[in-house]
């Protein structure tokens, strides 16, 4: 979707949102950069990133046209619904709630969930199961704040790891991508003040985990 003041993708996992110190290739921003200037070198067009998707999650992911929109989608973030897909190791004994702890980021830059008011950010992650099989449950996830790595971490504290986490999940997890989608977002569009939903579908790679 786009409009004067805002570009909505659905991205592909494996795209990093922008780059990073380390990594310098093809990224969502610098695809929709060249999108914008209509491969024009001097062109002054630039995008805003609002938020970010992890480089193995797939989904809705929101950019801005102009600092001025960038600044006010931020600024209602907390009142933007996030909602989320996930394929999970096991089966939970709770088919809904909301997962709470402080989350703090160590020097690796590893999230970790602490008690520790002083050191983390308080995080809530609402979630309720929609299917199960014998080895994965599908979860619908509703994002009440946005940390870096927010669900990833909370999942692997209740013992369930999203599948194809290797970094907050099973070392010996083999699966390809990560089972993490950004679904859909809901919000205020800052010009117009309308009510805006962008969804996407679910990926055939979860229906695949789920049927297996």
């Known amino acids: 979707y786009e409009d004067k003041d805002i570009l909505a993708v659905d991205k592909p996992a494996g795209l990093l949102t922008v780059s990073t110190a380390t990594d310098k290739t093809r990224t969502v921003h610098h695809i929709l950069t060249d999108y914008i200037r209509k ?125 194809g986490d290797r970094k907050y999940g099973k070392d010996s997890d083999k699966y390809r991508r990560l089972a993490l989608h950004s679904k859909s977002i809901s919000f205020k569009h800052p010009v117009s003040g309308r009510q805006m939903t962008f969804e996407t579908k679910m990926p055939g790679y979860f229906s695949e985990l789920m049927n297996d």
């Open 39 to 163: 491969g024009c070198l001097k062109s002054r067009s630039r995008i805003f990133i609002v938020h970010r998707l992890d480089q193995w999650t797939s989904g809705v992911l929101l950019f801005a046209k102009s600092e001025e929109v960038k600044l006010q989608l931020q600024a209602q973030w907390k009142d933007t619904e996030k909602k989320y897909l996930a394929v999970v190791h096991g089966r939970l004994d709770k088919k809904d709630g909301i997962i709470t702890s402080y989350l703090a980021e160590n020097k690796a830059y590893t999230v970790y969930s602490t008690t520790d008011a002083a050191k983390g950010k308080l995080s809530h992650t609402a979630y309720k199961v929609i299917k199960e099989t014998e080895k994965f449950s599908l979860l619908e996830i509703d994002l009440l704040t946005g940390r870096k790595n927010q669900i990833r971490v909370h999942m692997s504290d209740e013992g369930h790891p999203i599948v």
